[in-house]
């Protein structure tokens, strides 16, 4: 951003190498996966637990959770029983939580009912189809997957929502670095290490119009250009007056 509006080249030659490798970076995990579903399953599941664990410490990771689990009426990452993980829940525990599971997990049989926050005490020792009408014991992956495969368009929606951007600001600096290529390859510029010091006389210099910059460029350039002819004379007027 700031390349283009300082016309740097190399901030912008940044700016487009970062946004291309982020972009390079989320085709390649959307590939992964797609096409290593269940072994991107096995990690995911792996943090949820990991989360679950924590689910009482992390407070960010128990909100994000409990609104999961209500908005697709899951339990856990892979199934119900991934609770049994947590201190609290584990059924070696004495407590009121104890082989239990949160009421985010459980069903709501009218919308906006009370629900009764002990509603998944004792589900985690019974078996899944005693369970049904009391909690949800399909996993928070399953149900997220099933979803966005469900819901095809609006997981286009989303994808595209999100590459869409990054492929504009893509081509708007590439197309942008380009013209300052082709701007700074027309500027006329006056490199005075490849000038004969010996024989260039200074007066000779147009500087009408430079300012005290001189890294302007100037129609018609500042060296003034002159035919054979007066080429010839001046050549001819520096042989004599070594003579």
């Not at 709501?108 to 009391?134: D, S």
């Not at 000038?195 to 005290?212: K, M, R, V, Y």
């Not at 460029?217 to 001819?236: L, M, Q, S, T």
């Amino acid at each position: 951003m700031v390349g283009s509006l300082r016309d740097n080249r190399t901030l912008l030659k940044t700016f487009f190498w970062v946004l291309l490798a982020i972009f390079v970076t989320e085709l390649l995990l959307l590939l992964v996966e797609i096409i290593f579903e269940k072994q991107m399953n096995a990690v995911f599941h792996s943090t949820i637990q990991d989360g679950i664990r924590h689910y009482y410490d992390d407070l960010d990771f128990k909100n994000i959770l409990d609104y999961v689990q209500q908005k697709f009426s899951c339990c856990g990452g892979d199934e119900f029983r991934d609770w049994h993980v947590n201190p609290y829940h584990s059924c070696n525990g004495s407590g009121p939580l104890a082989c239990g599971v949160p009421y985010t997990c459980c069903v709501r049989k009218a919308p906006g009912e009370v629900i009764n926050t002990l509603c998944g005490y004792r589900t985690l020792n019974q078996q899944r189809l005693e369970l049904v009408n009391t909690i949800h014991v399909r996993g928070c992956i399953h149900a997220v997957s099933f979803w966005f495969k469900d819901h095809f368009e609006a997981t286009f929606g989303i994808v595209c929502s999100l590459l869409l951007p990054q492929v504009i600001g893509l081509v708007m600096a590439w197309l942008h670095w380009q013209k300052l290529n082709e701007i700074h390859s027309q500027m006329d510029t006056v490199d005075f290490k490849q000038l004969e010091w010996s024989n260039f006389n200074f007066a000779a210099l147009d500087l009408t119009g430079a300012g005290w910059c001189w890294c302007l460029p100037r129609e018609g350039g500042y060296i003034p250009v002159h035919d054979k002819e007066e080429e010839n004379e001046v050549e001819a007027a520096i042989g004599q007056s070594k003579v």
